[in-house]
């Protein structure tokens, strides 16, 4: 079963930087699909970036686009969200997901999910 663990959120300044880390255990993930979601205060699951395991293509949500930066690291079966400029609007809870098979932006259709990891941005 795969299982996804979260790290690396805490309390950043704007304009500030910050590396969040997801940690896949199971077996492979050659074939899977994997993102970041976040969830704002109030506010709905929403997609921020993805990454195919093998292909490494990636795939990111206008709003972050040029800011943020996911990546994976296959030796420490990990993917990583690098963000930088930080704002107050990406204060948020961020989830980590996976899936079989090729990119998505709903969060449906992603089965495993991390308990995620708080960012705060403040201003």
């Known amino acids: 079963q795969v299982q996804l663990v979260e790290s690396g959120g805490r309390l950043v300044q704007a304009g500030g930087s910050l590396r969040l880390s997801c940690a896949a255990s199971g077996r492979g993930f050659s074939n899977y699909a994997m993102a970041w979601f976040r969830q704002p205060p109030g506010k709905e699951r929403a997609f921020v970036a993805g990454?195919?395991?093998?292909?490494?293509?990636?795939y990111y949500a206008d709003s972050v686009k040029g800011r943020f930066t996911i990546s994976r690291d296959s030796a420490k079966k990990t993917v990583l969200l690098q963000m930088s400029s930080l704002v107050p609007e990406d204060t948020a809870d961020y989830y980590c997901?996976?899936?079989?098979?090729?990119?998505?932006?709903?969060?449906?259709?992603?089965?495993?999910w991390g308990q995620g990891t708080q960012v705060t941005v403040s201003s």
């Open positions: 997901a996976a899936k079989w098979g090729r990119l998505a932006t709903t969060s449906a259709d992603y089965v495993h």
């Open positions: 990454i195919h395991w093998s292909a490494g293509n990636t």
